[in-house]
């Protein structure tokens, strides 16, 4: 699974290189009409996560509010992630339990519209109930892990805005935590995509919103 994560960053970081690499106008154009003026919020969901995590025996909720102010260059979003799991494979095949994830990010749009290629910062608060996958005869010295923990990190992404009000696109939000309680103080490369580390990255693909 770490192996498949890892790809898929890698996909999602040569994408918008080459979406940055063409000029801006000439993208607005062809692929991404302007949020128009008269819409004011939006609401999203990743139907994707919803399947591939029943899949794997976990629920997983991707949702998500935008608040798109007059200036219509930057956009102020709350990303929301709730996770819940039986089977200690969707925690880093270590815990079981559930957890959430709310973030709020500033994001400001390049080309000066709702619209195309933005780049922002924001913060991430994670809070887990997790339970450690132990034998019969450890259980005795089992300890349950309550995480609750603050980060900042920065993110890139691309937004598309249709006419009929729904939006599409595609983003990576990388940071740190900084505050908190943790499960564990190490951080590498591979750890990246762990949910038991101070380094996060929150990669959105099939998230769909819409604007009211």
Do not use: C
Not at 27 to 37: A, D, V
Request: aromatic content about 16%.
């Amino acid at each position: 699974m770490k192996k498949n994560r890892f790809i898929l960053y890698l996909v999602l970081i040569l994408s918008i290189k080459t979406l940055s690499s063409e000029k801006v106008d000439t993208l607005q154009i062809k692929f991404s009409p302007y949020l128009g003026s008269k819409y004011k919020f939006g609401v999203e969901l990743n139907p994707g996560l919803i399947l591939y995590a029943s899949d794997q025996k976990a629920t997983v909720i991707s949702t998500g509010i935008s608040i798109f102010p007059k200036n219509r260059k930057t956009e102020l979003t709350i990303p929301i992630i709730y996770e819940y799991s039986k089977d200690d494979d969707w925690f880093n095949g270590n815990y079981f339990g559930k957890s959430i994830n709310i973030e709020f990010h500033y994001r400001y749009y390049l080309i000066g519209k709702l619209g195309g290629i933005y780049n922002g910062v924001g913060l991430k608060y994670n809070y887990a109930y997790l339970e450690p996958e132990i034998d019969e005869e450890e259980y005795e010295f089992a300890k349950k892990e309550i995480v609750s923990r603050l980060g900042l990190g920065f993110g890139i992404g691309y937004r598309i805005f249709s006419n009929e009000r729904i939006y599409w696109g595609i983003g990576i939000f990388i940071g740190r935590y900084f505050l908190g309680r943790d499960i564990s103080d190490k951080i590498s490369l591979d750890s990246m995509f762990s949910r038991d580390e101070n380094a996060f990255v929150t990669i959105q693909l099939l998230k769909v919103g819409y604007a009211f």
